[in-house]
């Protein structure tokens, strides 16, 4: 082999030595045979396989409808084997793939493959990082649980037991099953005309065995920010926001829209969903700002408003599931942060859960992570009498208030940290609580807590109050330019600036620390812009009476056209802007002599285009 493909192939040299570098969970998973779907004339049978080294589980029943289970475990493999994030070309994966071409040119073709694959599996620790479906049997119903790749999307698959005909007794409890893609090809071959059995177990039912007393062994190394993103959706799925129901046609129409045209190179890439009072929701696609009227029913809110959201494209893991689906429920956090879209047929359901971007870059993390409860004084008693509470039985929040004598907060928060410590899990279909070990053993949460050394660095400045003479200037292109100085450790303070755009990136960032000054932005940003970053987000949350700087954008569609107008305040000064979207604005300034006027007509103007149909679209 030659010097440069062997420098190439070596770990040390490329981009896996990053990754080798990588916090992660070992998790060893051992079953008995590997999950399958045996055929006969009359008979189909789904045998999933739990593991051997967690409890055992059973369930063992005839499905009423096969092809709803078909689509349901579809729409899983699809999210748990998705990875939209952007792969940059790997010279040293080509380097290696040519050399086992030239060293295994007269070897069979697949000899030579899975020598390329085994070299794959020994220099890229996170390739094969795919954590088998979690299943969790309980009285009245079963749940499939699952993850993505790139940590941006959550699907949760809810089959009612009344949609079964159970043969045996079950063993409620939780476990993991083998998930493969030969197990997914045989799902595709379900048909209705057959009847279909579905056995979840340690053991096989019915089935010869032709390997006895052996196993299959799988053993995963998960990204502790693989485990800490799929805790903080759990835990994001209780979060307010606003509602309102599509139909499946809907959906479907977004999909098929977005799969006849491509995404536009540096345009806008989100859904603008605009919910006006007593009226059906809107669907707008960027950039062409088609317009999708929603069918199902008008929006129940009091004000109107415009959301947007980000990573369309994962909505089509519900495509295979819309023709089962009598309606879908979204709940929508904010702009830029995560939506969930309940698929709900006649006994089971999907519920996807989408993070505020496909990327996770570290902006979007340091988003995500103000969503999970920190510091948090937990009674440890109470904390037992609940997970006993739920291992009997999922409850509601009321329910459990009732039976423990607690108030609904109390019981947000040890929820919420049973859910951190990945023991407890929330079911939005069932809009319930129960109790859902994730793993064999408690994972640590201390490690789980924070991406990296920059993130908990950046908390610890905000929970010491180091973020002061926090400024914002708005620059064309709707962009905020954020100035702060931080007292951390050193002997000066630091300065330190970003630029975030209107879809929430930062595209631009600079510091006067030394870690900046050396390195840049080639290593990551430093724990002071993620500081930054954070106290905007928080700021977001929870506006001031009385600021000093304001911006205030509505919008009003006519036909196919939007008409937009903006309106900023800066001290005394107020601006206005206003014109079709996408065409040059007209612009008018009024300079005030006390604040107070400048907010005053500001408040007239607000009123003002309310009063005239237009939609308050600033982001929240």
Same mark, same amino acid.
């Given at each position: ?6 420098? @190439? ?64 475990? +579809? ?66 119903? %079963?749940?499939?649980?699952?993850? @993505? ?12 037991? @009344?949609?079964?005909?159970?043969? @045996? ?25 057959? %009847? ?158 989408? +993070? ?31 997970? +006993? ?117 930062? +595209? ?6 030394? %870690? ?105």
């Amino acid at each position: 082999m030659s010097d440069k493909a062997q420098q @190439s192939l070596s770990p040390l040299n490329s981009q896996n030595a990053e990754v080798m570098e990588i916090s992660t969970t070992a998790v060893e998973l051992t079953y008995s045979q590997v999950s399958s779907v045996h055929t006969s004339e009359k008979l189909q049978q789904l045998s999933l396989f739990s593991t051997l080294t967690r409890q055992p589980v059973k369930l063992h029943a005839r499905l009423m409808c096969s092809t709803v289970m078909r689509s349901g475990l +579809s729409a899983l493999y699809q999210v748990v084997s998705s990875d939209l994030r952007y792969k940059p070309k790997d010279r040293a994966q080509y380097l290696a793939f040519k050399e086992l071409q030239r060293t295994n040119q007269r070897r069979h073709i697949l000899s030579a493959q899975q020598a390329y694959f085994d070299w794959l599996a020994e220099n890229d620790l996170l390739a094969y990082c795919v954590l088998d479906p979690v299943v969790s049997v309980h009285p009245d119903y %079963t749940t499939f649980e699952v993850f @993505s790749k790139d940590e941006s999307c959550y699907a949760q698959l809810s089959i009612a037991h @009344s949609q079964l005909e159970l043969l @045996s007794p079950i063993s409620c409890g939780t476990t993991n099953v083998d998930f493969s893609a030969h197990f997914f090809q045989g799902v595709q071959q379900l048909r209705q005309y057959k %009847t279909t059995e579905i056995h979840i177990g340690q053991q096989a039912i019915g089935l010869e065995t032709a390997q006895q007393g052996q196993v299959l062994a799988k053993q995963t190394h998960l990204p502790d920010s693989w485990l800490r993103g799929l805790l903080q959706i759990q835990s994001a799925m209780q979060l307010p926001g606003d509602s309102f129901k599509l139909a499946p046609i809907d959906l479907y129409n977004v999909l098929h829209f977005l799969r006849l045209n491509r995404d536009v190179k540096g345009k806008k890439r989100g859904i603008k969903i605009e919910l006006v009072p007593n009226q059906y929701p809107k669907l707008v696609l960027e950039p062409w700002e088609k317009v999708i009227e929603s069918s199902a029913e008008p929006w129940t809110g009091s004000e109107p408003k415009v959301i947007r959201i980000w990573g369309r494209r994962r909505l089509q893991h519900l495509q295979s599931f819309l023709s089962h689906t009598k309606h879908i429920s979204v709940h929508l956090l904010g702009s830029g942060l995560p939506s969930i879209w309940q698929a709900q047929g006649e006994g089971v359901g999907i519920t996807l859960v989408l +993070s505020g971007f496909t990327a996770a870059n570290w902006s979007q993390a340091a988003r995500f992570d103000l969503l999970l409860p920190r510091h948090q004084t937990i009674n440890v008693e109470q904390f037992d009498a609940l997970l +006993s509470c739920l291992q009997k039985q999922p409850r509601r929040l009321d329910a459990l208030a009732t039976e423990l004598s607690l108030s609904s907060p109390d019981i947000l928060a040890l929820t919420q940290h049973g859910i951190q410590h990945g023991l407890i899990s929330f079911n939005m279909l069932q809009q319930c609580f129960y109790y859902r070990p994730l793993l064999d053993q408690i994972p640590d949460s201390h490690q789980l807590r924070y991406r990296d050394d920059v993130s908990a660095d950046a908390m610890n400045l905000l929970d010491t109050s180091a973020v002061s003479d926090v400024k914002q200037h708005w620059l064309p292109g709707d962009t905020i330019e954020l100035t702060a100085t931080l007292n951390a450790d050193s002997k000066s303070p630091i300065s330190t600036m970003i630029q975030v755009t209107e879809e929430g990136h930062v +595209s631009k960032a600079e510091c006067s620390c030394f %870690t900046f000054v050396k390195q840049g932005m080639s290593q990551g940003p430093c724990a002071h812009i993620v500081a930054l970053r954070m106290t905007h987000f928080q700021q977001q949350q929870q506006p001031e009476s009385d600021p000093i700087y304001e911006r205030h954008y509505f919008t009003r569609r006519v036909a196919e056209s939007e008409h937009v107008y903006l309106v900023q305040r800066h001290q005394q000064r107020v601006t206005l802007r206003w014109g079709k979207a996408g065409t040059s604005l007209r612009m008018q300034q009024w300079v005030f002599n006390t604040q107070q006027a400048a907010q005053s007509a500001v408040n007239e103007q607000k009123q003002r285009l309310l009063a005239r149909g237009f939609i308050d679209a600033t982001a929240r």
